[in-house]
């Protein structure tokens, strides 16, 4: 590729994360029916941006440098491994995290002529760690179909853009 060209993986690839974090926000919208801008730029539902992202770079690589290329051997084990970890560990941390807010509302409903039983300090350290108790963030991983759908509007996306390559 020509140095003097715009670098089309890269604008592939930032075209298909932007496309999934719109269609995940307008999902969003038409499921709960009210608009989320954390969902324009967070992590998590449905389609995946960061599959989208990696499937698309992947795809783009291939058809600029050639499916025997190192570019492309690299940009699919990039692709295997953002996918692998979005349904694996960031799902299992979404999921605990989820767990976690449920045990602290539990904790925070407990009658309050209970919680009178405790010592003084323990109200000083809850007011001293305020910022620490709030809700953990639950979007975080994917189900295998979001990574799915993700993955397949990336490549979508990388072969519906025209490449030359001078």
Known sequence: MRTDQINV???????????????KTLLYFITSKK???E?????GGMPSAHSACVCSTAMAT???????SVEFALAMILAIVVMYDATGVRRAAGLHAKEINKLRRVVNELDEE??????????EFADNNAEENK???EFLGHTPLEVLCGAL??????MAVPIVVV
Do not use: E
């Open 9 to 23: 993986v890269l604008v592939i690839a930032i075209a298909s994360w932007f496309l999934a974090q719109v269609i």
């Open 35 to 37: 608009f989320c801008a």
């Open 39 to 43: 969902r324009l730029t967070g992590a």
């Open 62 to 68: 291939c058809r600029v440098c050639g499916i025997c």
């Open 114 to 123: 209970y919680m009178d039983k405790f010592d003084d300090s323990v109200d």
């Open 135 to 137: 809700d953990l963030k």
């Open 153 to 158: 509007l990336g490549i979508l996306v990388a």
